[in-house]
């Protein structure tokens, strides 16, 4: 898989299935068993992990927390909680942040430093549907202004952001992928999401050729069972995925 | 001015306290205080060394104080006890190892109470010569590794993706602590070193709104402690050590007392600016 300038790369996979670690090993957090990682030279990355907590013996505000891993420019960091609408923030101590705040505290840290990559694990986590829907048009209005790459972990299966142009079904491997279904036209979504939301999400349709059993085996469509599965083993039908993570220029 | 006593004393423990102050706050913040305490514990036994190869023994500490370390680091990832008895049992094996040797050479009279709850008031001009430039090493070098080791303790992948290598500083981070506590046993002993790093930090947590504000707080309430508790044991002729720690103890009782929360309230708030 690839993630380019200006993309949107959606990850998707029950729990456990490798979306998180995928993620770490786009960032070089963790080094990949098998395959590998090219990322372009000199390449700024944003992240914004699953779970950040901050206790009480850490005094922290957010402008600090903003400049947690080098110095940013006071005008920068303005600028940042200024897109994603928490300019009066800024001297507030990060433990205090609701889920939603310190969410779009998180994305303006990564924000501010201009990156070309931006790594998103789980960012509407914990945060109410509405605000799920004003963070993922944030997201994309962040890719809109920076350009930068965004890969975005999902907590959901099958309703991802619209904005989506690749969505990556994880389960110890790339199971599918594929882009989302525009939902914008269909009067059913409209119906469940609400007319606000419907422009912001979008479903994803899964096309698995096999099977994950509970023991950890997999059933391919021809009726074998495999303890594991290879994209170019012979039991698919889809072409080989290329094993590969990273960002690349567009 | 060095030529009185009391003066000396003041001078390296304020000294010490100026040191220990940033790295207090760290073991705050990651909660290190039982690590902390069982590098100070093992110090004695360091010092029992020192004794008996009749080495340097603010070097033969600080040696032992990293041996510990790096000890306990590789234990951690052998052993099946969890973190908190491998600490007690170093620590405390530590201590006894310390005062078995120490009784083992009869030949050597050791003052066992200086260096268990310190002897500041012998600080002589050659302690007060290694504690500031030693200290201005440690300071320096804190300094330098202050911002990536601060993002570390935040979070360490957050850290490590945005390009910090938290292994180094961790490594760099615990060196520092051993030469801190191979200072600091002289003013405190080996027992209260732990209380010098920590309560001074703890105290300044609740009037500190950054980590680098909590740092200069903690290091002028542990220079008022190093006073008070020196003032204090001239006045009471109580021991110099403990009565340092007692006075630290009062200024964290003042510091969550409802008094604090008057002084606290009464700072501006943060500027609403509208998104």
């Keep these: 898989m690839d993630v380019e300038r200006g993309q949107i790369v959606t990850l998707i996979g029950p729990n456990g299935s490798g979306k998180s670690t995928t993620a770490k090993m786009a960032l070089g957090l963790v080094a990949p068993d098998e395959g590998n990682v090219n990322l372009r030279d000199r390449l700024c990355v944003g992240y914004v992990p699953q779970k950040v907590s901050v206790d009480w013996t850490l005094p922290l505000t957010v402008s600090r927390f903003m400049a947690l891993t080098g110095r940013i420019p006071v005008r920068q960091i303005d600028e940042a909680l200024g897109v994603t609408g928490v300019s009066h923030l800024r001297n507030a101590e990060v433990r205090t942040l609701s889920g939603g705040e310190f969410q779009r505290a998180m994305l303006a840290r990564a924000v501010a430093r201009k990156p070309d990559l931006l790594v998103l694990d789980e960012p509407v986590q914990g945060v109410d549907f509405n605000g799920e829907i004003l963070i993922y048009e944030l997201i994309k209005s962040i890719r809109d202004d920076l350009g930068c790459g965004v890969l975005l972990i999902s907590h959901d299966l099958h309703v991802v952001m619209a904005a989506t142009d690749q969505v990556v079904c994880l389960n110890g491997h790339v199971c599918c992928s594929g882009p989302p279904i525009d939902v914008a036209s269909s009067d059913a979504y409209r119906e469940l999401f609400g007319t606000r939301a419907t422009p912001t999400l979008a479903v994803y349709e899964h096309s698995h050729d096999h099977a994950h059993l509970p023991d950890g085996r997999v059933r391919h469509a021809d009726g074998t069972i495999t303890d594991h599965c290879h994209p170019g083993d012979g039991h698919h039908h889809t072409p080989e995925t290329p094993q590969k993570f990273g960002a690349t220029d567009a | ?275």
Aim: charged share 10%; glycine share 8%; with cysteine.
């Design chain 2, 1 to 275: 001015m060095l030529d009185d006593f009391f003066v000396r004393a003041l001078v390296a423990g304020v000294g010490v306290a100026l040191v220990a102050s940033p790295l207090g706050c760290f073991i705050v913040w990651r909660r290190l205080a039982y690590f902390g305490d069982t590098l100070s514990h093992a110090a004695l036994f360091g010092v029992a060394l020192a004794l008996l190869l009749e080495s340097n023994i603010t070097i033969t500490v600080f040696g032992v104080s990293v041996f510990i370390a790096v000890a306990l680091m590789f234990l951690q990832k052998r052993a099946t006890l969890s973190a908190d008895s491998l600490l007690g049992l170093l620590a405390h094996s530590a201590l006894a190892l310390g005062l078995v040797t120490l009784a083992f050479m009869t030949w050597v009279r050791v003052d066992l109470m200086g260096f268990l709850f310190g002897d500041v008031l012998s600080a002589s001009v050659n302690d007060i010569t290694v504690i500031y430039v030693g200290g201005a090493f440690v300071i320096s070098v804190m300094v330098f590794i202050w911002r990536p080791l601060f993002a570390a303790t935040v979070n360490r992948e957050l850290a490590e993706a945005e390009g910090v290598n938290p292994d180094r500083d961790d490594v760099v981070f615990m060196l520092l602590m051993a030469g801190v506590i191979a200072m600091a046993m002289k003013i405190v002993g080996v027992l209260l070193i732990t209380a010098l790093l920590i309560i001074p930090a703890a105290a300044a947590r609740r009037f500190a709104t950054g980590p680098e504000q909590m740092a200069v707080l903690a290091a002028l309430i542990g220079s008022a402690s190093v006073f008070a508790g020196l003032f204090g044991s001239l006045e009471w002729d109580t021991p110099s050590g403990p009565s340092i720690v007692v006075a630290a103890l009062l200024f964290f009782i003042v510091s969550i007392s409802p008094l604090a929360a008057l002084i606290t309230q009464n700072r501006p708030s943060p500027i609403v600016d509208g998104g």
